[in-house]
């Protein structure tokens, strides 16, 4: 699947001389054969600069610098580099971790500077964030942050924006082929490598089942424009049913955890869960309540719904109930997906949420991201800017080494192109920023819990949280 640009380019300079050989009209052999040369040569040294110029990786805009021996800190909560010495690579690296290594010291030489990565757990990274910047001494140089531990740092005045510190002709504010930029609470605090959309959240299915219940697949309703919360349903009914005549249901039409597919059920119906903008909470909002309408209906109403020993928080098991082939349709990232032994022993696929009956968009999953940022203090944020663009540009022009990396990790895990294909298409159209996620205990949970195990009404167990979520919102967008 690795395109050849300059290939692609010679093969194109090639067909329209011989077009224009073809079609040049009169004249003598001789000045046919003089105007076929310069045109060749005129094609050449056209495929030559393109090609010079596509060799040009983005960092070699950037004039060497004398850093003084600089240390430069990037804190992550794991380990983004193999284990190395200066003369010893870790034997579980792959090229592109060599790669990586490769250019770090290619920096530290073109800087006269130092880079460290270091691993802080999850869930120490704000507490030293926030101590190290109140110091007016940052702990690191450039941080990766969740989305709400990068709510909590931006709130509290600990991060830079991205315009406060990036150059003119950095990648990052103009093409864009290395990094791009996360925006919260209107202004782009975070960096964000640019790869293959990879993001995305899906309704994974069990193609096998699904064929033998004589219904159509749901990659191919969507593909007709016709996957929707009747299908979904219509699916799921058939599916659930008692295979072995004991009396009990053994086959389910709906597997994953409530509390990540409730969410992107609301995001199918174009609802919303927080406003940042107008610092709201959608918990009542008409369409999001409609699709809490159907989530009673899978578990209550049609039950056709699968929890692991009826516990909608077991979240281990609930997120793996689809592994043992019993399980119609799931919510599923990619990384939930086996790609080694053992793996699914039937045929899957997967499709984007189906479309709700209010959603007049493409929006079908919610997203919150964060990246990686700059603390406030950091002395001379701009260096640390240029070595992390130099650092994701590990490829330097070659932007396919990074993609086929990609891809070829997403062909380990799905089973057709048509799969892969889909993966990317859905990570990069179907995608709606909701950042409720970052709201301290947000009571959507509250909610589901009403409905799926105490049984309450949807009126009831929204009328109870609307203003819990209102406050908590309002208690965090001060």
């Known amino acids: 699947m690795k395109k050849n640009s300059k290939k692609a380019l010679s093969v194109a300079l090639c067909s329209f001389m011989a077009l224009a050989t073809a079609c040049g009209g009169g004249g003598t052999k001789e ?77 530290e030489k073109k800087y006269n500077c130092k880079i460290q990565y270091v691993n802080v757990p999850y869930d120490q990274i704000s507490e030293k964030l ?85 219904l159509t697949a749901p990659d191919e309703l969507y593909k007709k424009g016709e996957w929707t919360w009747d299908k979904f349903m219509e699916i799921a009914k058939a599916a659930t049913k008692d295979t072995d005549g004991d009396g009990k249901i053994d086959q389910w039409g709906v597997g994953g955890t409530p509390g990540r597919l409730v969410p992107q059920l609301i995001a199918s119906n174009d ?27 899978i578990y ?38 086996p790609n080694s032994d053992p793996k699914l022993t039937y045929n899957y ?44 540009d590990w490829c330097g022009a070659d932007f396919s080494a990074k993609t086929d990396v990609t891809l070829q990790w997403l062909e380990s895990i799905y089973l057709t192109e048509d799969d892969v294909n889909l993966t990317m298409e859905i990570s990069k159209n179907c995608a709606k920023v909701d950042y409720y996620s970052t709201i301290p205990d947000y009571p959507l949970g509250n909610v589901i819990n009403a409905i799926i195990v105490d049984g309450k009404t949807v009126s009831q167990a929204v009328e109870e949280n609307k203003q819990i979520a209102q406050d908590k919102v309002s208690a965090v967008l001060k």
């Open 349 to 392: 696929g997967i499709a984007p949420m189906p479309k709700g009956p209010s959603n007049n968009t493409d929006a079908r999953y919610f997203l919150a991201s964060g990246g990686v940022a700059i603390p406030r203090g950091v002395e001379k944020p701009e260096w640390a800017y240029q070595i992390f663009e130099e650092l994701i």
């Open 300 to 337: 209550n109403v049609e039950k056709v719904g699968y929890l692991v020993n009826n516990d909608p928080n077991d979240w281990g098991g609930n997120d793996g109930s689809f592994k043992d082939g019993k399980v119609a349709l799931f919510y599923a990232e990619t990384w939930m997906i």
């Open 130 to 214: 926030t101590t190290s910047v109140m110091a007016g001494k940052p702990f690191c140089d450039l941080i990766n942050l969740s989305a709400s531990q990068g709510m909590s740092a931006i709130l509290a005045n600990e991060l830079l924006s991205v315009d406060e510190y990036a150059p003119k002709n950095a990648d990052i504010l103009n093409e864009q082929l290395v990094l791009k930029p996360v925006k919260m609470l209107g202004k782009n605090y975070f960096m964000e490598e640019f790869n293959l959309p990879i993001s995305g959240i899906y309704i994974g299915f069990n193609r096998d089942m699904i064929k033998k219940l004589g």
């Open 271 to 297: 609802g919303f869960l927080l406003d940042e903008t107008n610092k709201k909470s959608g918990l009542d909002d008409a369409k999001t309540v409609e699709a809490l309408d159907f989530v009673n209906k």
């Open 31 to 107: 000045s046919s054969s003089s105007k076929a040369e310069e045109t060749t040569k005129a094609a050449e040294t056209t495929a030559a600069e393109t090609s010079a110029a596509e060799a040009k990786a983005p960092y070699d805009k950037y004039e060497p610098v004398d850093m003084g021996g600089r240390t430069f800190t990037l804190v992550y909560n794991w380990d983004m580099i193999p284990a190395t010495s200066d003369t010893v690579l870790d034997s579980s690296a792959n090229q592109e971790m060599i790669g990586k290594l490769e250019n770090l010291k290619r920096i």
